[in-house]
């Protein structure tokens, strides 16, 4: 709880930062939200981040399949890219190049978009079943669903009993030429993982995991990719679903003792948006049982338990709030990267969307 309330203070402060009218949570139904947004012009434009082009499509080709008469536009891009991009457009001015809906990992982002105003006030229905540290008070962004890294294996490279579930388990020389992780420099929230490494083992574990030659890519996706191909028997630095897809021996399993990683990808209407009735359809929507109940991972609602029997993301050793606190430290988070690119060296190959994931790194 101290953690949850530290965050709170935050959440709180930007009362003061950019004051907005009190804003009701949306009480039309999803059907009428809908003709809402038809009505509107009946298009929708989305900004994901992300580092693989197809991976919103689990729940974006849902998204359409309830709503088809929309037409939806998106692209996915690490937030890191998509962020500068939305700075650009709400520079030129107008609502060239401005989209629907922003939903971005680089949450210190939504920090500095509140503080020029550039966010619409908006409370979807379900808005108050959001866990409160992950939903701005006054509506002008709010989390749609956890995203978890910890450590992914292949069943058919290594034994289940002898899978990899701890830090110092990633040292074991069985694993060396098994291993592939995500450049910590390249990605936040993997730079957080390694900053949580280093805390709690001390900068010698991270020299130690390093001299055990793992497979170092751009991107979170590529280690997931390998693993299902057999190419690689684990990593810690991807996400995969709780419960295991039918036909896959693969696992995703959380650490016995170690804290790992969870955050809440988050998202927004900016005020210039062209189709403000479908982006808060859309809202709406991934705030709905429809999605929250078919999420692979964490929901962000606090009434609907994770799948695989995980229930709630407060009975784990893991916190989203400690995450967004982090990012929201951008002088330490750029100096532990400098950091990290002297310890390992530059990360080397495409930007993460552009990469070819038939080929094995």
Known sequence: MKLLHAFGVFALSLVFVAPVSAVEIETRSLDELYAAALEEGGEFILRAGGDKPDQVDYYLDMFKARFPELTVTHSVDVSLNHAPRFDNAMAAGGEENVPDVIQ????????YYVEHDLLEAYRPANWDKVFPDHRDPHGRWTGLYGVTFTNYVNLDMIDPEKAPRDARDYLDPALRGKVILTYPHDDDAVLYQFWNLKEAYGWGYLEELIATEPVWVRGTAMPYVAINNGWYAASFTTFWAF???????????????DYFLTWYQTAAIPKQAKNKAA??????????????GKWLQFPVRMDVEAPGGKGSVLNHNTSPGDFHRWMLNRE??????????????PAHGPTPVDIDYSVKP
């Open 243 to 257: 419960e295991p897809f039918p036909g896959m021996n693969t696992q995703f399993q959380f650490p016995e003792h």
């Open 104 to 111: 971005f990992q680089t949450l210190h982002d939504f920090r």
């Open 332 to 345: 330490l988070v750029e100096r532990f990267r400098l950091q990290m690119v002297q310890l390992i060296g």
């Open 279 to 292: 982006a808060k359809l859309y809202l709406n929507w991934m705030l709905s049982e429809e999605f929250q």
